[in-house]
């Protein structure tokens, strides 16, 4: 298994992500993929879906702590009260006494964030989470973040595939010594059939998909593609025993320019712009 080490975290590389899996579609992938070798479940309390993953979790027979858990605390619920009740209810959907990682998962501009933090903060002292992290944050965000933590955040889970430029978020990242993880790896079913990268994975007998994910581990980011597709859990996973070359990865990195988001819900913050 790989890792990536950021700030006291050791976060399996390829992770599975489970947004809008739902009901026994969700419980079967997540015990396939652990049983399979994924180390690493990203669920969230928006995604209603907490139970499931923690239900995949008991029927794959994975020890508990051979698994790297990520779950994310909504925008609506960053008051030091609130937070403190959904993570309450996020343990209890899990059936588990903690989590390995406890996210903000959208910044609320509404809530300083030496609350917000603050709240992050007691959970990881309270022993409810073994590390936590922020998502889609900016790099001013990233800033203020540290000037008020009293512990380490440990990654900044952000949208990343060859079609957008992140490489700001990056930078800050790397500056605060903090874990990238990429989702929407496969930019949400975009990346295959994209010519440049069939291209490439023609080249190793590999599926656009895993050229995707091969960047981004070259990187050194961490990504969590879902699916609920045994083949593609397993493709997913597969992408350590190919290496894309120099050129290959300039001519991938040149498709940022296009900085196409999948994501940009209304309350997303006014993005770094390349
Ligand atoms: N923090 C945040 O704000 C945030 C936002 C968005 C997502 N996320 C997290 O990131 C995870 C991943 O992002 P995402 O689900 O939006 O998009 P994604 O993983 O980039 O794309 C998922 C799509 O890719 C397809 N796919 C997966 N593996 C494939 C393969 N090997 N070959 C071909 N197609 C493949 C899947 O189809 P099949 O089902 O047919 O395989 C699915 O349609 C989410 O599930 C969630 O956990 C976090």
Known sequence: MQVVEANGARIP????GTMTLKDDVCVQAVK???KMGYHHLDTAAFYANEKENGEGLRQ???????????TKVRQGDLMP???AKVLEQSLANLKLPYVDLLLIHWNNPNIPLKLSVGALCKAKKEGKTKHIGVA???????DEAWSVTSEPLVCNQIEM???????????ACKKHGMAVVAYCPIARGKVPGADALELIGKAHGKSAAQVSLRYLVQMGVCSIPRTATPEHLKQNLDVYDFKLSDAEMA???????????VVNPPHAPQWDTP
């Open 13 to 16: 590389q390829i992770g599975l």
């Open 32 to 34: 396939a993929a652990l």
């Open 60 to 70: 794959s027979g994975a020890k508990r702590e051979d698994v790297f858990i990520c």
């Open 81 to 83: 009260d609130a937070f």
């Open 136 to 142: 889609n944050f900016t790099t001013a965000m990233l």
């Open 161 to 171: 595939h060859p079609f957008i430029n992140q490489d700001k978020v990056l930078a």
């Open 251 to 261: 001519e991938l990195k040149k498709l940022n320019v296009a900085n196409m988001r």
